[in-house]
């Protein structure tokens, strides 16, 4: 996004931050969220127009977007899957932050193919675990498990 490494890194902390909050968006700040989300579907939606391309080499890519944009395991897609199934499972939802969240959604969707269908396991579905969140299980050495139980 953009030109400057460090103004992205910037955007995508304030992005993290704010895609993170678990309250604030349904409590006390639906108007600062409602804002944000709108802000990220129109910086999104422009930088996706077809006509902002350029012949690179031969090559057609996007003026704004880095090729790491359009993968299912980008940082913006765990981020948006977290933030659209909290907006989900909220109990109460602001009528203009849902109505955003939801072009948001279509947007991605639409424009990048992402498929973000929340399956639950009472729905009988799966988790979907990124890497780095991944469940993590340790297999205890049987020499040490005994040590433990002799003490």
């Known amino acids: 996004m953009g030109q400057s490494l460090e103004a992205f890194l910037q955007w995508k902390s304030l992005v993290s931050l704010l895609f993170g909050c678990t309250e604030a968006p349904f409590h006390t700040r639906s108007l600062l969220f409602t ?4 802000v ?6 422009y930088g996706f127009q077809k ?10 890519s996007a003026l704004l977007f880095d090729d790491s944009w359009f993968s299912d395991d980008s940082f ?15 109990s109460v939802v602001d009528g203009d932050l849902l109505t955003w969240t ?8 639409n424009s990048l193919g992402w498929n973000f269908q929340l399956s639950s396991a009472v729905d009988g579905g799966h988790h979907e675990w ?3 969140f991944a469940p993590v299980v340790e297999m205890v050495d049987e020499a040490y498990s005994d040590q433990a139980s002799a003490s």
């Not at 006509?51 to 057609?60: F, L, V």
């Open 40 to 45: 990220i579907y129109y910086q999104l939606k």
């Open 51 to 60: 006509e902002r391309t350029q012949s690179i080499g031969g090559r057609e």
């Open 130 to 132: 990124d890497d780095e």
């Open 102 to 109: 939801r072009k948001l959604r279509e947007l991605l969707e």
């Open 35 to 38: 804002k944000f989300i709108k």
């Open 76 to 90: 913006l897609h765990y981020l948006c899957k977290d933030f659209f199934s909290l907006v989900n499972e909220a």
